[in-house]
C-alpha cells in the first residue's frame, strides 16, 4: 500500500517549466474539454472542514487551506475554540472564518485535521468535531489527518481500524503496529495520513487528487513550482560570506495583504524552531491582513512599531499584490536601505526579489524569483536553482522552495547540522552536506 501511494503522489511533482501538462492539453479535444470542466476554472464543487486550535501546526493548517483553495474547493477554516483567532503551534496568529458549532450540520466532501501539539489534543477533546469526522467516516465520505492529529485525534476517536495509516515519527508508537506504515503518504479507503509540516504539499496534493482527479493535482502541483521527484531544491551560493552573531539573531517578515501566506508560515514556523527571534510586522493600517488565499493572519507589530529595532535579517514574503503593497510601504523602503548601507542581510522570495530590485537592492548580485517575476530582474539572474545566496542577499522561487530557502537561512545562521536537526523535525528530506 505504501509503494502505491507514493507511486500515485510522484506524477504531481511537475516543474512548471515542463511540457508534460502541455502535451495532455492538447494531445485531444478530449482533453481540453477535460480541463475545461476542472474546478481550476469553475466555481466551487467541494465542501471542506479544515478544524484549527490552540497549537495547531500552522504550516500543516495553511498548506492544506492554500492548496485546496487552488484546486477549486469551497474551505471553511473552523475553530475549536471560544474564539475565531488562535494561536498555531509556532506563534503565528490564525484567525477563522467561523465556529465549528456553525459546522454541525454542514456535509463535506473532505474532513482534513492539522495537527501539532497541543493543537491535536485540542480537536481530539471536541465533541462536535468528533461527531461530523465519525459520520463523514461512517458514510465514506474522505477524511484526512497529518502528523500527530492520526495518532492523538483519529486513534481515540476509533476511526484508524483496518486502516493502514502513518503519522510524525514521534507519535508511530502510538498507533495499531500491524497497520502502521512509515510512508510520507498513507491512502487507506477515504483516509489519508501523512507525517509532518515537510509532508503537508504531498498530503494537499494527495488530497486534491481524490477530489478533483490527477489533471487537476498536476497543474495545482506545477503552480506550486514542486520539485520534480519530491526532495530539496538546489542552492547555489557567491561571494560566500559568514552570517554569524554573538546573540539570537533577529528577523523580520513583513506582512500585506496578498501576500502568500503560506511563504509567511513556513518562514516563521520554521526559523522560531530554529530559535531565531522572528517579528511579524503588518505594513497595512490594521493588524489582520489577508493572504492570497483569504488566510486571515495578525502580525505581531505594526510596521511602525517594527521600525523602532535594528534586525540581523529582513526577509520579504511574495504573493504579485502583497509584494506590491510591501514595495508601498515607506517605512519598510527605509529599513530595507538602511539594511544594505550598513551590511546586513536581507532577502526575498516568489515575488519580493522584484521588490529588491526596483529598490536597487540587486545591484551586482546574483538572484532569482517566481517565473511569472523572474524577467523583471535585470542584474545575473540564476534560473536553475530554487535559492541563490550571493553575500548577504539571499533570494529564492516561490512557494514549493520555500522549506529549502529558510532551511538555507537557517543554516548560514546556526550551521549545517542545526538546518538538518530542524528538518528532521518537520520531516523534510534536506542533503545531509
Excluded at 44 to 59: A, H, R
Excluded at 261 to 271: A, F
Excluded at 403 to 412: G, P
Excluded at 414 to 425: D, I, K, L, N, Q
Aim: proline content about 5%.
Amino acid at each position: 500500500m505504501a509503494a502505491m501511494a507514493m507511486a500515485m503522489i510522484r506524477p504531481l511533482y511537475c516543474s512548471p517549466l515542463t511540457t508534460q501538462p502541455q502535451k495532455r492539453r492538447t494531445s485531444s479535444s478530449s482533453s481540453k474539454r477535460t480541463l475545461k470542466s476542472t474546478p481550476l476554472s469553475l466555481p466551487p464543487s467541494k465542501k471542506v472542514l479544515v478544524p484549527i486550535g490552540f497549537g495547531t501546526e500552522e504550516i500543516e493548517a495553511v498548506i492544506l487551506i492554500d492548496v485546496l483553495r487552488r484546486a477549486g474547493a469551497e474551505v471553511l477554516v473552523a475553530s475549536v475554540e471560544p474564539q475565531l483567532e488562535i494561536e498555531a503551534s509556532a506563534g503565528t496568529k490564525l484567525v477563522a472564518d467561523m465556529f465549528i458549532s456553525a459546522c454541525s450540520n454542514e456535509i463535506f466532501d473532505l474532513v482534513a485535521l492539522p495537527g501539532g501539539m497541543p493543537g491535536s489534543a485540542r480537536l481530539r477533546d471536541c465533541e462536535i468535531l468528533r461527531n461530523i469526522t465519525r459520520k463523514q467516516a461512517e458514510e465514506k465520505r474522505l477524511y484526512g489527518a497529518i502528523c500527530a492529529a492520526p495518532a492523538v485525534v483519529l486513534e481515540p476517536w476509533g476511526l484508524l481500524r483496518r486502516k493502514q495509516m502513518t503519522c510524525h515519527p514521534a507519535f508511530m508508537d502510538k498507533l495499531p503496529t500491524f497497520w502502521a506504515v512509515k510512508s510520507t503518504i498513507q491512502v487507506s479507503g477515504e483516509l489519508t495520513t501523512s507525517r509532518g509540516p515537510g509532508t503537508s504539499f504531498e498530503f494537499a496534493l494527495s488530497l486534491v487528487e481524490q477530489l478533483f482527479g490527477n489533471l487537476v493535482a498536476e497543474e495545482i502541483g506545477g503552480m506550486l513550482l514542486m520539485h520534480a521527484g519530491g526532495g530539496h531544491h538546489r542552492k547555489e551560493e557567491f561571494n560566500t560570506v559568514e552570517w554569524s552573531f554573538d546573540h539570537i539573531p533577529h528577523v523580520l517578515i513583513p506582512i500585506a495583504n496578498g501576500c502568500e501566506e503560506m511563504e509567511v508560515v513556513m518562514m516563521v514556523d520554521i526559523l522560531r524552531r530554529a530559535k531565531v527571534d522572528v517579528v511579524v510586522a503588518s505594513v497595512e493600517k490594521s493588524m489582520q491582513i489577508v493572504a492570497s488565499r483569504k488566510t486571515k493572519i495578525v502580525a505581531d507589530k505594526s510596521i511602525d512599531a517594527a521600525a523602532e529595532s535594528i534586525y540581523d535579517l529582513i526577509i520579504l514574503p511574495g504573493g504579485v499584490t502583497g509584494a506590491e503593497r510591501l514595495h508601498k510601504s515607506k517605512i519598510l523602503k527605509k529599513l530595507l536601505k538602511e539594511q544594505e548601507s550598513a551590511g546586513r542581510v536581507y532577502g526575498g522570495i516568489c515575488s519580493s526579489p522584484a521588490v529588491l530590485h526596483k529598490q536597487g537592492l540587486l545591484k551586482d548580485k546574483r538572484a532569482t524569483a517566481h517565473p511569472s517575476v523572474v524577467s523583471k530582474l535585470t542584474g545575473q539572474v540564476t534560473n536553475g536553482a530554487g535559492v541563490v545566496i550571493d553575500g548577504k542577499v539571499i533570494t529564492s522561487r516561490g512557494l514549493g522552495t520555500a522549506m529549502d530557502f529558510t532551511l538555507a537561512i537557517v543554516s548560514k545562521l546556526f550551521g549545517h547540522s542545526r538546518a538538518r536537526s530542524v528538518a528532521e523535525g518537520i520531516v523534510f528530506e534536506y542533503p545531509r552536506s
